[in-house]
């Protein structure tokens, strides 16, 4: 199923780095750069997710949880 948030591409993404390159595990069959590049990327669109959210939050256009 296609993510319908930037916070749901977010947790995706988390999944499949957590998977290619789990945290201490030396031998991912990933190089150093590959997985330094992962990382990024993942903390990269959490950045992005979170910016957008707080912005749409500013703005009223994003509904709470405790609003629903």
Known sequence: MPARTLAELARKAEVLVARLAPEGEE?????AAEVALLRSMLHDLRAVADDIGFALRGEGLLMTAATE
């Open 27 to 31: 031998d991912s069959g990933l190089c």
